[in-house]
């Protein structure tokens, strides 16, 4: 049986209301101020609220903020102005309600609210069928290592709380905060990815926080940074132990004031922003050598998600590597497979560079392969691809080739080229542009390199 | 864009009504009798219908009646009363709106079905994946 709890300090209005609302099924609480409402809500969130804006010791709208789960919403008002409403749908109200009692309207509103939840219960038990098949979000893969990752990410995307997601380079940072995003209230809202180690520290300011017309020679106009566009969604900064140290400082005032001052500007703006983090540093190892603040560490590690590297879940390796195949014969109109000793050689692999490795060599066999993917066509051995190791300043995905001392002239152009094409994803013409060559002759390269495997 | 049939004989509640879906960024059509939202209705399915309940040829609930599939609907009604509230409920209307148009209320409306077709839409995605994987089911197992 489904459960409501009637916040107001009107009594008659208060009876008149469990009443209707027993009448339509439910078992009802009541509460008449926000203490005795605190008190109820601990025993356990009910499937509605009713709420009155104006309560003795307060307005309902601050139990809103508070819950960290909020069942669905009814604001209960005197008169509902058009502002009323504007402002109740913001705050995520499902409906409002004005005095006295329209039992139409009560009748209306649970069929709303039970029609919402049972939607809202099978959009959970489908999420629920793909993650025992190993997708959740835009994430793949069923190994352990990975359900406590799910785990994590169901419970924190509920709350707006400031994230911290860890891992190795490639093990999907960027992904996990995306599905942490697609699962929270602010889904509708933007989701913004800032690379810190990939903006230039003069700029990173600005970048972050915005700047005045005229703060700066070249600043000719205002500019809106990311905390500002991010207003209600959320924000995530990537490497942000590469934040110069000044600026840490200035993040953690932004994460517990929730306010920005542009640069140049002296009036704070309010921005209601969830941050999420990450890095691929060891945090202790940061902070000993100071890349990272140890007070904006403790700040950002309210809830930490560490991700598991690809060779603590191997069995993933084949549905991801079936996934990324599968992408590309969309985009191409193919329908090239693995054979199932490359298979077999994918998940023997090591794969140090973790998921975007994997993803890396599937896109370059796909471009050798006619048909079939075989071993010959994994660009597993020879040349070794180290993702992540990148020069102060780089802009953190740059990727480099390592070549043994001895290989041939030919050869080593085959991997540049190969290297090059991979981290363009495919696109030609800016491969081209890059190596400086037509794209005539990448073509002409492309099919011998194919007649060869 | 979203869009709505607006089907009810009274000009300027039409005029007021068409006016707040625009506002809230609907695309709007408008029909004053059962015939002509006949005809509107077989050039496509709205996203979200209102309806009077009482027209010259007939009651706005026939309408419904005669669709296969319906879209989100909410009646327009003089006043509503809890039987109104119950009938409309029992053929699957999802909200009543009063005369004179509410503009707050007509914002809730549109907020509870613009919602309600955004779980909608998650559901048939969610279920579209899990189709797929279906078929790919032996892979991943």
């Known amino acids: 049986m489904l459960h409501a709890l009637i916040v107001d300090d009107d009594l008659s209005f208060q009876l008149g209301l469990a009443e209707s609302v027993r009448l339509e099924g439910f078992t009802t609480a009541t509460a008449s101020s926000l203490v005795t409402a605190r008190q109820e809500l601990a025993k356990g969130v009910p499937d509605v609220l009713f709420i009155d804006l104006h309560l003795p010791d307060g307005s309902g709208l601050e139990l809103l903020s508070e819950m960290e789960v909020r069942p669905e919403t009814v604001l209960i008002t005197g008169q509902a102005s058009v502002e009323t409403a504007v402002e109740a749908l913001r705050q995520g109200v499902a409906d409002y309600l004005t005095k006295p009692v329209d ?319 991979e981290s363009f994803n495919g696109d030609k013409q800016k491969t081209a542009d890059v190596l400086k060559i037509s794209v005539k002759k990448l073509y002409n390269r492309l099919r011998e390199y194919r007649a060869v495997s | 864009m979203l869009h709505a049939l607006i089907v009810d004989d009274d000009p300027s509640f039409q005029r007021g009504l068409a006016e707040s879906l625009r506002l809230e960024g609907f695309t709007t059509t408008t029909a004053s009798n059962l015939a002509v939202a006949r005809q509107e209705l077989s050039k496509g399915c709205p996203d979200v219908l209102f309806i009077d309940l009482h027209l010259h040829d007939g009651s706005g609930l026939e309408l419904l009646e005669e669709m296969e599939a319906c879209p989100q609907t909410v009646v327009i009604t003089g006043q509503a009363s809890l039987e109104t509230a119950v009938e409309a409920l029992r053929r699957g209307v999802v909200d009543y709106l009063t005369k004179p148009v509410d503009f707050a209320r007509v914002k809730t409306v549109l907020a509870n079905v613009t919602r309600t077709r955004e779980l909608k839409e998650e559901m048939r995605s969610l279920r579209g994946e899990l189709r797929k994987i279906g078929r790919l089911g032996p892979l991943i197992d």
Request: aromatic share 4%.
């Open chain 1, 103 to 421: 039992f139409a309207r009560v009748k209306m509103i649970l069929a709303n609210v039970t029609r919402t939840r049972e939607l809202k219960e099978e959009i959970g038990s489908l999420r629920g069928e793909l993650r025992r098949l190993g997708r959740f979000g835009s994430l793949i893969g069923g190994a352990p290592a990975m359900q406590k990752v799910y785990d994590l990410i169901a419970r924190v995307a509920k709350t707006d709380a400031t994230t911290l997601i860890t891992g190795e380079t490639g093990t999907g940072k960027e992904v996990v905060a995306q599905t942490i995003h697609q699962l929270s209230r602010r889904h509708r809202e933007p989701f913004l990815p800032v690379n810190c180690g990939a903006v230039a520290a003069s700029l990173i300011e600005s970048v972050l926080f915005g700047h005045e017309r005229g703060s700066f020679t070249g600043a000719d106009r205002l500019h809106k940074g990311y905390f500002e566009r991010a207003h209600r969604g959320t924000l995530f900064l990537d490497e942000v132990t590469e934040m110069p140290l000044e600026l840490q400082v200035r993040l953690l005032r932004v994460l517990e004031t929730s306010e920005v001052v542009r640069v140049g500007g002296t009036e704070p703006l309010k921005v209601n922003v969830r941050v999420i983090a990450a890095t691929n540093r060891d945090l202790e190892q940061a902070v000993a050598d100071g890349k990272l603040r140890e007070d904006l560490l403790y700040r950002l590690n309210v809830f930490p998600i560490p991700l598991p590297v690809l060779s603590d879940r191997r069995e993933d390796i084949e549905p991801l590597a079936e996934e990324f195949l599968g992408v590309l014969n969309k985009a191409e109109g193919t329908s090239k497979r693995f054979s199932s000793a490359a298979l077999e050689r994918l998940r023997s692999h090591r794969w140090p560079g973790n998921v975007r490795e994997l993803r890396n060599v599937v896109q370059r066999a796909f471009i050798l392969a006619e048909d079939t993917i075989d071993v010959d066509a994994l660009p597993l051995g020879g040349a070794e691809k180290v993702s992540g190791s990148k020069a102060s300043g780089s802009t953190g995905s740059a990727e480099t080739l390592t070549l043994k001392v001895g290989v041939s002239a030919a050869e080593t152009e085959r991997h540049l080229i190969l290297a090059t094409l």
